[in-house]
């Protein structure tokens, strides 16, 4: 499968900065924030195709295997080829440089090689014969062609990456929430999106109660609201296990604080006051939450629809 995104001229610093955006930079933007890079490098042809990666990459991810078997090869991968670079780019290579040098290469090919062993479908994708030669510039301390070679092994890094890490990242890495239940102070489980909907359908009932000077309504809404939430919250160690800090930061005293308020100011018939506060939670719980999963959430639905 091929995954056209869009078609377009564009360089990615142009795009930020400018004012008139295309309709796909915030695709662009996205996946840039999903892979940790831009997804297009400086000599990118004007179009940025995605390809599903070969199915033998799943057993070199958690769940199949104990540990992020690739990722961890791709980060070895990266501080040997700045080890190399940092070596060789000092003049007049001393003695125990030369050896430090040498052992980079080394863990280099092995690690190098390690792609193909893992996914023989991207061997024509990788050269291993450019390792000797590394190491033989190396060996000589012929610096300008240990530069170029590196240079070279680069550029298949990068072909790669361009057209291969997006999806790979949706596919191994990014968070979905169909196994998760929320737990209902009743007993019931419910699933992520019947929650999202209530609590938006709450978030909007205290609002147009408000407007509405309904104050018994608002006042209703807001508990149910701040129930949800409470159920919610119980859902977040299905991901985050032991850690307490998500819940608080999210859930927390802040918020518990922001709707004790809210409700003596909806008692109180304070519309502004309660509706600003409204707003605040908004940020504080609905898009803080939204930023960090909703979003990576929604793309990797987009990226991966056959799911
Ligand atoms: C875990 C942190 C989290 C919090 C807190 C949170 N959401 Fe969500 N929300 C999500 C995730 C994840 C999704 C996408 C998953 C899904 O829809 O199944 C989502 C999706 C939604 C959706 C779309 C549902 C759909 O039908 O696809 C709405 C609407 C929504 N949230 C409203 C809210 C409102 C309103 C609040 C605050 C009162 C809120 N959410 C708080 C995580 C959160
Ligand atoms: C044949 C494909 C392929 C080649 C060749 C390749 N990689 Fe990767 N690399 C990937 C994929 C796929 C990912 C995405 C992994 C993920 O997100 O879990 C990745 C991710 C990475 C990351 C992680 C980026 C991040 O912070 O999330 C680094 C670093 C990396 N590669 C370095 C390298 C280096 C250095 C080379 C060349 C010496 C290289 N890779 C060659 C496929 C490749
Ligand atoms: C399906 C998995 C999943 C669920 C469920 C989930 N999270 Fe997360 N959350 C993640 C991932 C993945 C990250 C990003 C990596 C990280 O920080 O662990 C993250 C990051 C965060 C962060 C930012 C990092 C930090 O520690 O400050 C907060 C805050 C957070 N989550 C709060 C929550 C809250 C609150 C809930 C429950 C209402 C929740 N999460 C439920 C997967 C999940």
Same mark, same amino acid.
């Given at each position: @499968?091929?995954?056209?995104?869009?078609?377009?001229?564009?360089?990615?610093?142009? @795009?930020?900065?400018?004012?008139?955006?295309? #309709?796909?930079?915030?695709?662009?933007?996205? %996946?840039?924030?999903?892979?940790?890079?831009?997804?297009?490098?400086?000599?990118? $042809? #004007?179009?940025?195709?995605?390809?599903?990666?070969? /199915?033998?990459? $799943?057993?070199?991810?958690?769940?199949?295997?104990?540990?992020?078997?690739?990722?961890?090869?791709?980060?070895?991968?990266?501080?040997?080829?700045?080890?190399?670079?940092?070596?060789?780019? &000092?003049?007049?290579?001393?003695?125990?440089?030369?050896?430090?040098?040498?052992?980079?290469?080394?863990?280099?090919?092995?690690?190098?090689?390690?792609?193909?062993?893992?996914? #023989?479908?991207?061997?024509?994708?990788?050269?291993?014969?450019?390792?000797?030669?590394?190491?033989?510039? /190396?060996?000589?301390?012929?610096?300008?062609?240990?530069?170029?070679?590196?240079? @070279?092994?680069?550029?298949?890094?990068?072909?790669?990456?361009?057209?291969?890490?997006?999806?790979?990242?949706? &596919?191994?890495?990014?968070?979905?929430?169909?196994?998760?239940?929320?737990?209902?102070?009743?007993?019931?489980?419910? !699933?992520?999106?019947?929650?999202?909907?209530?609590?938006?359908?709450?978030?909007?009932?205290?609002?147009?109660?408000?407007?509405?000077?309904?104050?018994?309504?608002?006042?209703?809404?807001?508990?149910?609201? /701040?129930?949800? %939430?409470?159920?919610? !919250?119980?859902?977040?160690?299905?991901?985050?296990?032991?850690?307490?800090?998500?819940?608080?930061?999210?859930?927390?005293?802040?918020?518990?604080?922001?709707?004790?308020?809210?409700?003596?100011?909806?008692?109180?018939?304070?519309? $502004?006051?309660?509706?600003?506060?409204?707003? $605040?939670?908004?940020?504080?719980?609905?898009?803080?939450?939204?930023?960090?999963?909703?979003?990576?959430?929604?793309?990797?639905?987009?990226?991966? #629809?056959?799911?």
């Amino acid at each position: @499968m091929t995954l056209v995104l869009c078609e377009m001229k564009f360089s990615p610093r142009r @795009m930020f900065y400018s004012n008139k955006l295309h #309709p796909c930079r915030d695709v662009i933007l996205l %996946l840039s924030f999903l892979a940790g890079v831009w997804t297009a490098p400086a000599h990118a $042809e #004007p179009m940025v195709s995605l390809k599903k990666p070969p /199915a033998s990459l $799943e057993q070199w991810y958690k769940p199949a295997n104990k540990r992020q078997v690739w990722l961890h090869t791709m980060f070895r991968l990266r501080r040997e080829m700045q080890a190399i670079d940092e070596y060789a780019k &000092t003049n007049a290579l001393a003695a125990d440089n030369q050896a430090a040098l040498e052992k980079w290469i080394k863990r280099l090919d092995k690690d190098y090689n390690k792609i193909a062993d893992m996914v #023989p479908e991207w061997e024509k994708d990788i050269k291993p014969r450019l390792l000797p030669e590394l190491e033989m510039f /190396a060996e000589k301390g012929d610096a300008y062609r240990v530069a170029k070679t590196l240079k @070279m092994i680069k550029r298949t890094c990068d072909d790669c990456h361009t057209y291969y890490q997006p999806l790979v990242t949706a &596919t191994y890495r990014s968070p979905h929430y169909d196994d998760i239940k929320v737990k209902k102070s009743d007993g019931r489980l419910q !699933g992520y999106e019947d929650n999202m909907e209530q609590l938006s359908e709450s978030v909007n009932r205290i609002l147009i109660a408000l407007d509405d000077g309904h104050n018994s309504i608002a006042s209703k809404a807001s508990q149910d609201l /701040a129930d949800q %939430l409470q159920d919610l !919250g119980g859902s977040c160690n299905g991901c985050h296990k032991e850690d307490e800090y998500p819940r608080e930061r999210i859930l927390g005293q802040a918020t518990q604080q922001r709707f004790e308020k809210l409700q003596a100011n909806i008692k109180q018939g304070l519309v $502004e006051d309660s509706q600003k506060l409204m707003g $605040e939670i908004a940020v504080t719980v609905c898009a803080r939450c939204h930023n960090t999963h909703r979003i990576v959430y929604d793309l990797r639905n987009a990226l991966l #629809p056959e799911e």
